[in-house]
């Protein structure tokens, strides 16, 4: 068994290609021989926000902390708060990220497929984050 | 996607079969035909503690609140805390709970292999428990 405490996993900028705006990444797990379960901690601060992707094997977000918006491709912009959990089938395009002026934190969990986690799209526009088009 | 909104998803008291003491059981996510994962909070009151028990394909655990412990088998009672992170490979035998005056809540993430997600085996002794035996 591997503890990894508190404080010694350092927290890193999310990918520049994928994430729009300030986000922060720190790593539960990652795939091996063993397992196929990504995990990790992501904070985004207000206005940010993943692009659009999908999951070969869907993911599962859990708010652990502030608020913050998420939408699949055709729906709503849809408010996401502490304590809520969150399941994205197979395929489905989305995003999720922070609120306009509130900061969001979640777990993400999810399979992958082939050693791929997420296919990654287009960001997300201003007028998309705003649900105004 | 399927927001589960904070508050609609009850807390159910965890199997006597497998658990020792007062523990609460929350699902996250399920297994299904689009994924194996399955993930749960738990929160493990004083003395509370789950049976030996392993998992076919490990599993990862993130400590969101609280202090407890986590033994191995053969190795020694390791404190765990909030923000803490331990990932249990596939077949080790070990048992997680909170500590004698402290309570200990986790995410719980696991694949399953064949529709199961754990292997559950004799319930921890007292002595175990202490670091006795």
Same mark, same amino acid.
């Given at each position: /068994?591997?503890?990894?405490?508190s404080g010694s996993?350092? #927290?890193?900028?999310?990918?520049r290609e994928?994430f729009?705006g300030? &986000?922060w990444q720190q790593?539960?797990c990652d795939?091996s021989?063993e397992?196929a379960?990504?995990a990790?901690?992501?904070?985004?601060?207000?206005g940010?926000? $993943? *692009?659009?992707h $999908?999951?070969?094997?869907?993911? $599962?977000?859990v &708010?652990?902390a502030?608020?913050?918006?998420?939408?699949?491709?055709g729906?709503?912009v849809q #408010?996401?708060?502490?304590?809520?959990?969150v399941w994205?089938?197979?395929?489905?395009e989305?995003?999720h990220?922070?609120?306009p002026?509130?900061? /969001?934190c979640?777990v993400? /969990?999810?399979e992958?497929?082939g050693? &791929?986690?997420a *296919?990654?799209?287009e960001p &997300?526009t201003?007028?998309q984050?705003?649900g105004?088009?």
């Amino acid at each position: /068994m591997e503890i990894r405490q508190s404080g010694s996993v350092p #927290a890193r900028p999310a990918p520049r290609e994928y994430f729009s705006g300030s &986000v922060w990444q720190q790593a539960i797990c990652d795939p091996s021989d063993e397992t196929a379960l990504r995990a990790l901690l992501v904070t985004f601060a207000p206005g940010g926000r $993943t *692009h659009w992707h $999908t999951h070969p094997k869907g993911q $599962t977000l859990v &708010v652990t902390a502030g608020s913050g918006l998420i939408q699949r491709r055709g729906g709503p912009v849809q #408010a996401i708060r502490a304590g809520d959990t969150v399941w994205i089938p197979p395929g489905e395009e989305h995003w999720h990220g922070a609120g306009p002026q509130t900061l /969001m934190c979640h777990v993400a /969990m999810q399979e992958s497929e082939g050693g &791929v986690g997420a *296919h990654w799209l287009e960001p &997300v526009t201003d007028a998309q984050y705003r649900g105004e088009d």
